[in-house]
């Protein structure tokens, strides 16, 4: 399997954050999902591998390519959504397209307006008009009417109903049935990946914290839970973080097996995405502490 994209050694600093050697790669076929907490670095680490922020080291590759040097080439091949839209909101729909379209080699015009039809949007309706949802949906559109092979998104349902939500993971879903593509996908929101990812990224305070398979990362970790008496300081050590009150408490563990032969009686659960996420946050701040 190919890698679309590899990042070594992404360096970014402003006043009061920084990205600090930021190593990383997207296999081609698979969902990858970039996850943090609001302020961990995700946009700025996808506003740095894009070249859209200045004073960046480090190398990154797309499609085997330096962009340093084929950058034309490798944006002509990928798409992207960002939040923000970067759209001039007094244009229509049509306008803005005519503004953007010429950019791309491998332009559609007939997938852009099958798109339009799909997401329900009328070209001739002014951006300014449209819902948070028909934006991301528009911008979506804009991204594959011109064949990318790769989709950047930086939370993309972020903001959303559940049902423009579920539309969104089910475009990507079709779009992923077509070899040769990926997408990478940054978000807070976890239960979308717990869906759709095939790979997990995680990113904390600058830092890249793991890359892993979804499955293998899920399997790795476990939730105990039981009787507040059975912690101490040595059983305490074998979780990243506990949830304590006086008579119980809730752990988070990646040696599930050890805690078992030290702890008789409790109860064991499958953790979610955000379960790890945030174990792993608390796990920092605990050792910043």
Sequence with gaps: MNNILEVSGINKNYDDFSLKDISFYLPEGCITGFVGINGAGKTTTLRSILGLTNNVSGKINFF?????????????????????GCFYDELTISEMKSVIAPAYKNWCEQDFIDYLERFELNPKQKINTLSKGMRMKYALALALSHKA???????????????????????????????GKGVFFSTHITSDLDKIADMLIMIDSGQIVFQEEKDQLLDSYRIIKGSAEKLNSDTRKMFLCTEESAFNFTGITKQASVVMECMQDVLIERPTIEDIMLANVERRKKNVI
């Design 64 to 84: 085997g390519m330096d962009i340093k040097g084929n950058e034309s080439e490798i944006k002509d091949r990928i798409g992207i959504v960002l939040d923000d």
């Design 149 to 179: 092979e790769l989709l950047i998104m930086d939370e993309p349902t972020s903001g959303l109903d559940p049902l423009v939500r579920s539309q969104l993971l089910d475009i990507l879903k079709d779009y992923m049935n077509k070899d």
